[in-house]
């Protein structure tokens, strides 16, 4: 009998260093010397290269072959291993919980959740004890979730466990300490916003933690990696599908996706003080209806004059900060772009994911990859028979240049998000960078080429309690002035909780808008709006 079954395992390393020698034995195995039949070594064949595949794709953000990985752990402990409930408590105790660490007890409360809600267990867990409350001190506040937080669940929610979930727990654990992202394996698989390691402390960055959760950032401060050389770890492994190349002193950071589309940023020192990185996801964007969206008091007008925009075929952008809902509103204010015209979407990332949501439209989104710059992207839709331009984000001058020069003459109308805090910095912004970008030279010209081309701005915001809502949806009115080119009219604001109608399209815009609509909805808009 193998030494490590012998001693019990005593710690999970020698029973990792068991594993993968199973492992390695299937792979080395020369199936011309084993004596099989043709059917027995056909099936070995099989496995072996599904073995092979699932432990290069395993933490990369393919469930898939996490899920093999993890399942054959489990057969390894309990065909080889013939692992009883004593060897399990020896690594884990679950028979004395007095004995559990704070990893254990997460670990529980998470199967748990998700045996009950699949990946939205984590969320589902947050929710029902308010753990993205913020937390109010002198300087201002945080979100945290703390060891006591999950104590004070644990002691609610501790349920007996079955044979069964000890194996599932144990073989996650051996999991994500051999072939997986540590503390972090399963969080990231939940339906979070994001996740990130290493973006705090001093000598002990290792011992951090953060979720973005809801537009929150959150400190979990009950959970750390152990050591500097497990942050690295992570950080060397996590960033690695289609091989992006390698992450050296040399090449300080890399910037890739996972195989589930999540973007991941990776760091190193020199260039960064400590190994970081961080993870967003985009399959927390839920398709919804503005109606679920625009929630506060008199929100059936901001639907109203939003449709408008949309319907009349506006340029318009969607500005707000990081986690405001700038994705989720554009998403949702798609639907009513006329279903004849077709749509062309750049991306940084897969995110929008369009045609999973308007599965009978004409929808091609493109991104940009390490070769292909989202200036090419967007030269190519110009072949693409695209009536509908949408960016996803305008945050270099390249692209920013390219819409203005789209919008002007390539498309009927487009439609971007910007993280722009005011309608004023949305101009300066595209102002500069159409003077970058080498195609004005003259400041007054190229301001002028923005306000005669973006005709709308809907600002998105984020309260302390992480309620999102339109601030206000300004029109911006090219003026022939000598000191300002533009002038600015807010046609909703929301103030107080409450929105208010308080400012009317321009007699232009009115004119533009019932020029697309069909004739039901012109008649309906000069109806509102006493056009004659």
């Not at 500097?228 to 996706?257: D, Q, T, W």
């Not at 190519?380 to 009536?387: A, E, M, R, S």
Request: aromatic share 10%; with cysteine.
């Amino acid at each position: 009998m193998n030494k490590l079954i012998k001693e019990e395992f005593k710690d999970f390393y020698s029973l990792i260093e068991f594993i993968n020698s199973e492992f390695n034995g299937i792979l080395r195995a020369n199936l011309y010397e084993i004596g099989l039949s043709d059917e027995e070594l056909n099936k070995l064949r099989i496995k072996k290269r599904e073995l092979r595949s699932a432990l290069k794709n395993c933490g990369i953000g393919d469930r898939y072959a996490k899920e093999y990985i993890k399942s054959s752990i489990k057969s390894i402990l309990s065909e080889k291993i013939k692992i009883n409930e004593d060897k399990i408590n020896l690594l884990i105790p679950f028979h004395d919980r007095r004995k559990l660490s704070i990893k254990d007890k997460f670990d529980i409360l998470l199967y748990l959740y998700k045996k009950e809600y699949g990946d939205k267990g984590f969320i589902n867990m947050i929710e029902e004890y308010h753990l993205l409350e913020p937390i109010r001190l002198e300087e201002g506040f945080k979100y945290e979730i703390a060891s006591e937080n999950i104590e004070d669940i644990f002691y609610e929610k501790n349920k007996i466990l079955t044979m069964e979930d000890k194996m599932d727990i144990l073989s996650q654990r051996i999991y994500e300490m051999y072939r997986g992202l540590g503390v972090i394996d399963e969080i990231r698989d939940m339906k979070i916003d994001g996740v990130s390691g290493g973006v705090s402390g001093v000598s002990k960055n290792y011992n951090s933690v953060w979720a973005f959760i809801k537009g929150k950032n959150v400190h979990l401060s009950f959970l750390d990696f152990g050591s500097e050389k497990e942050l690295k770890r992570i950080c060397m492994n996590i960033y690695r599908y289609n091989h992006p190349g390698h992450l050296s002193m040399a090449k300080g950071f890399i910037v890739n996706e996972m195989k589930d589309h999540s973007r991941i940023v990776v760091a190193r020192p020199p260039f960064s003080e400590s190994f970081v990185f961080f993870v967003r996801k985009f399959d927390t964007i839920e398709h919804k209806e503005l109606s679920e969206l625009i929630t506060d008091k008199n929100a059936n007008k901001v639907i109203d004059v939003i449709k408008w925009i949309v319907k009349g075929c506006q340029v318009t952008a969607v500005t707000g900060a990081q986690g405001s809902g700038k994705t989720t509103l554009l998403m949702a204010m798609i639907k009513y772009i006329h279903p004849a015209y077709t749509l062309r979407v750049q991306e940084q990332a897969f995110e929008l994911h369009l045609r999973d949501v308007y599965t009978d439209r004409n929808i091609v989104t493109f991104q940009e990859t390490d070769f292909i710059s989202g200036q090419e992207g967007l030269d190519l839709q110009k072949k693409t028979d695209g009536t509908v331009n949408i960016l996803g984000e305008v945050a270099t001058a390249p692209v920013a240049s390219w819409l203005i020069q789209m919008a002007m003459v390539a498309s009927l109308f487009t439609m971007f998000t910007h993280h722009a805090k005011t309608t004023d910095s949305l101009i300066k912004y595209l102002r500069n960078c159409l003077l970058t970008d080498g195609n004005f030279k003259n400041e007054n010209i190229a301001e002028e080429q923005v306000t005669d081309v973006i005709r709308f701005d809907i600002h998105m915001e984020k309260d302390i309690s992480g309620h999102r809502y339109i601030e206000r949806i300004t029109e911006i009115i090219p003026i022939d002035n000598d000191k300002k080119r533009y002038k600015l009219v807010n046609i909703v604001e929301c103030i107080n909780g409450e929105y208010y109608i308080t400012g009317e399209f321009s007699e232009e815009i009115k004119k533009d808008i019932l020029r697309h609509l069909n004739n039901e909805e012109g008649k309906r808009f000069c109806e509102i709006y006493n056009i004659q």
